[in-house]
């Protein structure tokens, strides 16, 4: 239900989006003209003609909200022209501007992140293609008050010389059509945001290095042509060298530097932890250092490119998708770009929607993509195949918690894949972390903490909104021994894994709360708070002995001095020795936990202690 | 045990001496043999509480308690009672007494320069102790030379040895003039019954018409002990009725006609939910009511103009007292108590001088002359 309400609102949010080459805010201007799909097909047209266009038609989205929403209304469609000449007037920075929030740019810490973000994606998705390890370094400076330079490296395969352009300084549309694979969370567009961010608040372009390991590095400065839209490289010089991978430095205003939970330090920190097979360095500006080192020396399968399906299909997608068909019919269409749609699903469609199915797709309009992806959704789809979904893995995940937090105990699930919506395959990995590193530091104190994925990208933002966070707070800790939760050193870790992430907004921060998904990450976590229960059990056990056995101690002196006056027999020195040494038999602390199986009468004795002492409170 | 304490020996001190003594020895047998040291106690909570048909009092059941040193919920307050039981044996020996709260204060000290905590701290934490040894030892706490408050007088043909402080006197209790003889904290040990010419006990609510009885010589005329608790009777003055009722004295009960006064009387009855511990050792079930009752209101009609309202409390308490069912089983008191439900009416017992001072004796020789009694 709730993924219906959001996917009209907000196209752009559960699309998976790719990379920086996608440009997430392309359907929504499709959506907004979507009344004409001759406008669409000359905006596509002058996408054509002028390599930049497609852009332009990013640009004049915030502006084309109003007037779309006056054309939806009359029914009326834009003219081209009109569009176009929009583009003219409203640069890809204004865009930017106003699309800031959408682009993860909202608020001083969190734009740093997302710079952060951006870049350390980039080199991860890079490195996991090209087949290497990645040893990535952030450094942040701090040049004056709320300005930093961001310098990322990586050892990635580079970007040729041809192509850094387009990689970072380039809004490019298009090349989502056929990339629909497991991504990493993508917040906006990418390294272009970030350039165009950094152009924005400081004026400076950013500087580039990169090599291929052949012998020849490339540097730069790149900056983004607000009117063409084109990328600008100047002082580029190109010299021999071993070195390999890219480098990129940028200056930033604007933003501010925090260790909260929303910070850079936090957001590397999960990214290492969800990346085992990544080596992060972070330089704070504070010049302190910190490493994530690597726990797993295997690059992770690269996942397979699929069809989408109609389940996960939104409307914007599909109306993108439609337009740059080049099929003749919406049947063939359908057929075509989706995986599971038969000739006799077909037929099931044409009963349920009034859509002329034998139209060009090209002419498909919003309200009709819409109505189809209704209908998608009463179709009794054949699942689509679960071999696309690449989790982290439980190995990986428990070097990386072994690696990073240190905890005392840790637990991994390995579950198979779950669907939602009636079909959308997907996995829930969670772990759960006990002492050492584990929870969050607030001062002297401990928190629990839970870090949220995304196809093992972090989820900072938007907690209290996500999916997840809602399975986890609904466990009832208590019967897991962990009843004050929040004020324990735990670690709850949810890995959501899926081609189509059912995210909750534009900004890729939280998994919408759908039945399906949440009870799968509860059903998760209680797996391992099982485990750890049996552990923290144990712990506090021990440590409610201790303070036991310290209890009667206190009281042993008198009652030695007292009873031999009683009776008027035995020393008070031999019966204290003889108490004390009865106490410390009775509450003797488990070293190690670990023991504990071999104990079971032991625990007895303990558990109907613990009834006793149950009862005499109950009696007071 | 209810039967066993149907006894009238009293132990001596060194025989209690002994009881604590042994109490400890058996703790000590404990801790040698690698045991943690406990005793048994009898649980005193109202669950614990039962209406003895038989015998016709309120005694404790049968659940037990162990209550053990090497427990978290407890070892504060084993450590405790052996300090208080040590510290009673103490005063056996001495021959010395004190009260409750005497005791507290020789046992607040520091448990130790290093431990911020005292033995004792408050008087709350040592009362309910007393009374676990009490009920493990099978004795009265006046056993163990602890002093409750005196309270209740005593007038009539009746002589006692009091040996005390070293000292031994008699008292004659028909030459205690206006004052009568108060009822000491403890009447079994060091005391005794010289001589009881009495044909009843006479046990009177109210110290004022005590004072009107006595000037009037009644317990001379009439030839009877007369008893004031002062309210609800104390230990001493509960156990003192039992002991003459022991003496096949038949005990006779003159109250304010009110849930309160009727309530002192079914305490020294058949006893009270705290005391129940000590049973028949101060329940006199033998014990009949003479007034004044709702009945007498309409016999006496002058006192229909003396009734006054019934407080919320009295109703509610009358209430609470049907619901007893040792009180529900006796028609005659479940017609009384239905009658201030009824009417919201009650009466004191000083009403009876309302049309002369002399009234109250001669109300209470004919009740008592024709046997009005309720049960």
């Known amino acids: 239900m709730a993924d219906k309400k959001s996917e009209k609102k907000t196209p752009v949010k559960s699309a998976p989006a790719s990379a920086q080459k996608t440009l997430a805010d392309v359907p929504e201007i499709l959506e907004k003209n979507a009344p004409s799909a001759k406008e669409a097909k000359a905006a596509k047209e002058d996408a054509k003609s002028i390599p930049a266009a497609s852009q332009k038609t990013l640009s004049e989205v915030p502006e084309m909200k109003e007037m779309s929403a006056a054309a939806a209304a009359k029914k009326e469609p834009v003219h081209a022209d009109r569009i176009f000449q929009k583009f003219q007037e409203h640069s890809v920075a204004e865009f930017f501007k106003k699309n800031r929030q959408m682009l993860g740019f909202s608020g001083k810490t969190r734009s740093l992140t997302t710079i952060v973000h951006e870049y350390v994606c980039n080199s991860l998705d890079a490195c996991e293609e090209a087949g290497i390890l990645p040893d990535i370094t952030i450094e942040i400076r701090e040049l004056s008050e709320e300005h930093y330079s961001v310098k990322s490296i990586d050892n990635g395969p580079g970007i040729p010389k041809k192509h850094i352009g387009k990689a970072l300084g380039m809004m490019l549309a298009g090349t989502k059509f056929n990339r629909y694979c497991q991504q990493r969370g993508q917040q906006g567009i990418g390294a272009t945001g970030v350039t165009m961010f950094a152009q924005l608040t400081t004026g400076k372009p950013i500087h580039f290095k990169t090599g291929t390991g052949k012998g020849q590095i490339y540097t730069g400065e790149l900056s983004i042509d607000v009117r063409s839209n084109n990328p600008l490289i100047t002082n580029d010089i190109e010299f ?381 | 045990m209810a039967e066993k304490k149907e006894k009238t020996k009293i132990d001596s001190s060194a025989e209690i001496a002994d009881k604590l003594t042994n109490l400890g020895e058996a703790m000590i047998k404990e801790i040698n043999a690698n045991q943690s040291p406990s005793f048994e106690t009898r649980l005193r909570g109202r669950g614990n509480v039962i209406y003895d048909e038989a015998i016709g009092c309120l005694r404790l059941g049968e659940k037990n308690e162990t209550r053990t040193f090497v427990n978290v919920g407890q070892a504060k307050k084993f450590m405790q009672t052996v300090a208080v039981a040590n510290k009673c044996k103490k005063f056996l020996k001495e021959g010395a007494h004190t009260s409750i709260r005497g005791l507290f204060y020789q046992l607040k000290f520091s448990l130790g320069e290093d431990l911020d905590e005292e033995l004792f701290s408050e008087q709350s934490e040592s009362n309910p102790l007393i009374e676990d040894l009490e009920v493990t030892l099978d004795v009265k706490r006046e056993d163990l030379n602890l002093n409750t408050d005196r309270k209740g007088v005593v007038a009539g043909p009746m002589t006692l040895k009091d040996k005390f402080g070293g000292g031994e006197v008699e008292i004659d209790c028909t030459k205690q003039g206006r004052s009568g003889w108060m009822i000491p904290s403890d009447v079994d040990n060091g005391m005794e019954f010289k001589s009881v010419d009495a044909d009843y006990v006479l046990v009177v609510e109210k110290d004022a018409i005590w004072q009107r009885l006595n000037e009037e010589r009644y317990w001379e005329k009439e030839n009877c002990i007369l008893i004031t608790p002062k309210g609800q009777a104390s230990r001493g003055c509960r156990r003192l009725i039992r002991r003459l009722a022991n003496k096949k004295l038949p005990i006779i009960t003159f109250c304010d006609c009110d849930a309160w006064g009727w309530y002192i009387y079914w305490a020294i009855k058949t006893g009270s939910m705290n005391l129940a511990y000590l049973a028949n050792d101060i329940s006199t079930p033998e014990a009949r009511f003479v007034g004044v009752t709702m009945s007498d209101i309409k016999k006496y009609d002058f006192l229909e103009k003396l009734t006054i309202k019934a407080k919320d409390i009295d109703v509610k308490r009358a209430q609470e007292m049907l619901d007893y069912p040792w009180i529900s089983r006796h028609k005659d008191w479940t017609r009384e108590l239905k009658m201030v439900l009824d009417t919201k009416k009650k009466i004191e017992q000083d009403a009876l001088q309302g049309p002369r001072l002399s009234f109250v004796g001669e109300y209470l020789r004919e009740k008592i002359g024709k046997k009005e009694f309720l049960s």
Not at chain 1, 257 to 264: A, E, I, L, N
Not at chain 1, 346 to 371: C, F, H, S, Y
Not at chain 1, 487 to 516: L, R, W
Request: aromatic share 8%; with cysteine; net charge negative.
């Open chain 1, 240 to 620: 021999s060298g071993e070195f390999r991978g890219l480098e990129v430095e940028a200056e930033f205003a604007e933003v501010k530097y925090d260790k909260s939970s929303y910070g850079v330090s936090e957001y590397l920190k999960r990214t290492a932890l969800a990346n085992p097979h990544a080596q992060i360095t972070f330089i704070a500006p504070d010049a302190e250092s910190v490493t994530f080192q690597r726990s797993v020396m295997e690059v992770p399968k690269k996942p397979q490119e699929v069809l989408p399906h109609p389940l996960g299909i939104q409307t914007g997608d599909l109306v993108e998708f439609a337009h740059h068909s080049d099929q003749r019919k919406i049947t063939s269409f359908l057929q075509a770009a989706f995986t599971r749609v038969s000739p006799a699903k077909i037929d099931e469609l044409r009963l349920l929607v009034g859509v002329d199915l034998d139209k060009n797709p090209q002419e498909m309009t919003w309200p009709e993509a819409e109505e189809l992806v209704k209908a998608f959704q009463k179709v009794k789809w054949i699942s689509p195949a679960t071999d696309s979904i690449i989790p982290i893995g439980k190995a990986q995940i428990e070097a990386s918690l072994k690696n990073i937090l240190e905890p005392e105990f840790f637990a991994v699930t390995e579950r198979k894949p779950k669907l939602y919506r009636g079909g959308i395959p997907f996995v829930v990995e969670a772990a759960i972390a006990y002492g050492g590193g584990s929870g969050k530091r607030i001062g002297d104190g401990v928190q629990g903490d839970i870090v949220r994925y995304a196809n093992r990208a972090p989820l900072l933002f938007d907690a209290g909104g996500c999916g997840i966070t809602e399975a986890v707070k609904s466990i009832e800790w208590r019967r897991y021994d962990m009843k004050n939760f929040d004020e324990m050193p735990v670690t709850i870790f949810v890995n959501f894994v899926s081609v189509y992430v059912p995210y909750t907004g534009a900004g890729k921060q939280a998994i919408s709360n759908e039945e399906d998904v949440v009870i799968e990450i509860k059903n998760a976590v209680m797996e391992v708070a099982r485990l750890a229960q049996r552990y923290i059990h144990g712990v506090f056990r021990n440590k409610d002995k201790a303070t036991r056995r310290q209890a009667i101690m206190r009281y042993v002196t008198q009652l030695a001095k007292d009873l031999p006056e009683l009776a008027e027999e035995g020393k008070s020195k031999q019966l204290e020795e003889k108490l004390i040494k009865l106490i410390e038999e009775k509450y003797q602390v488990d070293d190690a936990l670990d023991e504990e199986e071999n104990g079971t009468s032991d625990d007895k004795g303990n558990e109907k202690d613990d009834d006793e002492g149950k009862e005499e409170k109950e009696e007071e």
